[in-house]
């Protein structure tokens, strides 16, 4: 589905993506570890299309089509999901509405506002959200984590093929941890896959892991199963610096 | 690199011009001539004449203003003060000219009346031609009614407010008003008379080079409610238009008013208007202000909390392009005990046009916990644009509760990025977020305007990476 061949990013400057390799197939969960810092959001981003980055050689094709000729929003047309790590603030957009005109832009079909309303209210009763955040304008005065809530409830609305989970989890208490997991889950599938950048592997709860990277400066230096993960969180990085 | 812009205003509805067939024109320039001549046309009575007369003293000993945008290209000799079109006001709209009709039709005037309001003044250059209110509210008591047929029907109320909030020698457009002013709307809510549907008013500048200085009185009794509306619009000529109006609203203790105006002038006007409210105990001014066409605007309605527990709400929207420079705000003179105000902008610039928020509070030593909140925010939408926000505060009160909040900013790279990652092409997500700036204004516009609002905000991308 995801196939990534020896990627160099600049921004400005500075290079920090460094000859990456990634292949995620249909159906499939990676989760990517690595310290602060090492180019994991970058990859994320990149992958989405963020003008900042700069491809300096290397590829990017999602299923079979080639990602850097494409336009963001062509991206996620394609069905490319990016769960921000920051979510932005949009003030005057309902959640609603942004909703309503992305799910119309995906599909190329005029939704219909009482249907939407009533998908939209059952996703959220799901995930715990007052159903008073449709109307509330997007990321607005949201705490952190109704802002990684609101990120899965667009997954789930949204149903892209690929979901980039960039630290969905982080700064949320085991109870959110716990919802947001159980999102995750309700959207994988056999045909919709993962890439989830987290430091916990409470997110994992309810998935079954296909294979685990290791992230350190720019690249994957170690891939694995999902006993990478309880590896990573005992010893740390720092045997894995040796490696690369 | 990416190249984005917002279309101009569609302004082809607005610049059909109609033929000048006034049958009368002043000649250009003010005389005290003119002034005689205006006032035996319109058959003032001698009180009026005199008022205009000590008026044209006043205009004549203030110089311009010398803050704000430049108005020097403004020629007062040149500008044709009276324009008086051909025909007479009727009540029935299938009796006001063709051409006059046409022109209101195109821009929706009397539909908008069958669907949802109370009562219609539409003024064509100088005279209002049509005026209609629903009878329910005459047997209420409730009067609507342009400003000449007032001067002779409830010429004792007009006697009592006329330019007594704005007097002529407040600013030299103020005395220029007072010299010739000319149609307006009057209106006159009875005590605890709730006049629940809005009633709207819509002035047209046709004629070149001239002059439009409609006067507007409200006047809303203790406990009374109303929504008055204002549109006005003009075509498109070479030669600089003026409008300097003068608004003058007379809120009663326990009233609300809410007056709505959206000015679409067109490029060639200098929009030079005094609004100001005089607002009494526990009463309620609601200001909803759009600025989107002239050439240079200089408008900062005014309210005086002149009651104990008055209050104001100022909400406002200026969307300045090419060639323009509008500077819009409001001003709030707090006058007596726990009186309140809100004032929330927005404003927008592109292509060069210069947009700059400028407020006054004033809250006077007879005004203790008075409470303000300024919130006002300027979007630039390119490098040419340039936002100003102008704020003054002059605080003599005791335990005042002030707050101010400004923002001026360009459109977020990242939340243009945020909304593309969900779908939305770049354009759609450029106007989304022009669209959501202006919403918490745009919620309280009239439906008709808030939708021409949205159409205003129509992006086109230009060029790729």
């Known amino acids: ?121 059952a996703i959220m009763s799901e995930l715990k959200i007052n159903p008073e955040y449709a109307s509330r304008y997007m990321n607005v005065g949201f705490s952190g984590g109704e802002k990684k809530r609101n990120e899965i409830l667009q997954l789930l609305v949204l149903n892209p093929k690929l979901a980039l989970l960039d630290e969905t989890d982080s700064g949320l208490d ?31 709860k309810h998935l079954p892991v296909n294979r685990a990277h290791i992230f350190l400066s720019g690249r994957i230096v170690k891939s694995g199963g999902a006993e990478l993960v309880s590896e990573v969180s005992e010893h740390g990085y720092a045997p894995y610096e040796v490696e690369s | 690199m990416k190249k984005n812009y917002i279309q101009d205003i569609e302004r082809a509805l607005y610049d059909v011009r109609d033929e000048d067939k006034s049958i009368y024109k002043s000649d250009a320039g003010l005389t005290e001539e003119i002034i005689r001549d205006i006032s035996a046309r319109k058959k003032d009575p001698p009180w009026m004449l005199e008022f205009r007369l000590k008026s044209l003293e006043v205009y004549k000993k203030i110089e311009l203003p010398i803050w704000g945008p430049d108005i020097s290209e403004l020629n007062m000799n040149e500008i044709v003060t009276y324009v008086k079109p051909n025909a007479k006001q009727v009540n029935d709209w299938s009796q006001v000219p063709e051409e006059i009709k046409k022109t209101f039709d195109r821009l929706g005037i009397p539909d908008a009346e069958k669907k949802s309001l109370a009562g219609v003044g539409a003024q064509y250059d100088s005279e209002v031609v049509y005026h209609s209110i629903k009878k329910r509210l005459t047997d209420q008591g409730v009067v609507y009614t342009d400003m000449e047929t007032a001067l ?17 020698k407040d600013h030299k457009f103020a005395a220029l008003h ?22 709207q008013s819509y002035f047209r500048l046709n004629a070149a080079g001239a002059g439009q200085f409609e006067h507007t009185l409200i006047i809303v009794e203790p406990g009374a409610k109303l929504h008055f509306i204002e549109g006005c619009s003009a075509p498109r000529y070479n030669v600089t238009n003026l409008h300097a109006g003068c608004v003058e609203l007379f809120v009663k203790e326990g009233a609300r008013l809410r007056y709505s105006t959206i000015e679409n002038w067109s490029r060639n006007m200098m929009n030079l208007n005094t609004k100001r409210a005089l607002v009494e105990k ?31 709400e100022f909400t406002g929207v200026t969307f300045a392009g090419k060639g323009q420079n509008l500077d ?40 203790p916990f008075a409470k303000c909140s300024v919130n006002c925010e300027s979007l630039m939408l390119d490098d040419k644009s340039r936002s100003d926000t102008l704020p003054v505060m002059d605080i003599e009160g005791d335990e005042a509760d002030i707050g101010h909040e400004a923002k001026i900013g360009r459109i977020s790279e990242e939340a243009v990025f945020y909304l593309m990652a969900r779908g939305i092409s770049e354009e759609e997500a450029r106007a989304m977020i022009v669209r ?27 060029g790729q990476l």
């Open chain 1, 174 to 204: 085991v109870d959110a941890v716990e919802i947001v997991s159980g999102g995750v889950a309700k959207f994988h599938n056999e045909n919709n896959s993962c890439v989830i950048i987290t430091h916990n592997a409470q997110i994992l």
């Open chain 2, 282 to 312: 526990n009463a309620l001014v609601e200001w909803v202000s759009g600025s989107f066409g002239s050439h240079v605007s200089m408008l900062y309605p005014c309210s005086v909390l002149h009651g104990e527990g008055a209050r104001c």
């Open chain 2, 178 to 199: 007072g010299a010739v002013w000319s149609g307006g709307s009057f209106v006159y809510v009875p005590a605890g008379v709730d006049v629940k549907i809005p009633l």
């Open chain 2, 328 to 367: 819009t705000g409001a001003i709030v003179i707090h006058a007596a005990a726990k009186t309140s105000a809100n004032i929330n902008t927005r404003t927008i610039s592109k292509s060069g046009g210069a947009a700059t928020y400028r407020s006054a509070v004033k809250v006077t030593k007879n005004a």
């Open chain 1, 1 to 121: 589905m995801l196939e990534i061949k020896n990627l160099y990013v600049k921004a400005g400057e500075k290079e920090i993506l460094r000859g990456l390799n990634l292949s995620v197939g249909k159906g499939e969960v990676h989760v990517i570890l690595g310290p602060n810092g090492s180019g994991k959001s970058t990859l994320m981003n990149v992958i989405m299309g963020h003008p900042k980055y700069e491809i300096t050689s290397g590829e990017i094709f999602f299923e079979g089509e080639d990602l850097t000729a494409l336009k963001t929003f062509e991206r996620a047309r394609r069905g490319i999901f990016l769960s921000f790590q920051t979510p932005e603030e949009i003030p005057g957009i309902t959640v609603e509405n942004m909703l309503r005109t992305a799910k119309q832009a995906i599909s190329g079909e005029k939704i219909k506002i009482l249907q939407f309303r009533k998908e939209l209210r």
């Open chain 2, 436 to 462: 959501g700036f202006v919403e918490p204004i745009a919620k309280e516009l009239p439906l008709e305007y808030a939708v021409e609002m949205n159409n205003l905000i129509n992006l086109e991308l230009e």
């Open chain 2, 152 to 168: 002779v029907e409830h010429e004792d109320i007009v006697r009592e407010y006329f330019m007594t909030l704005v007097p002529p």
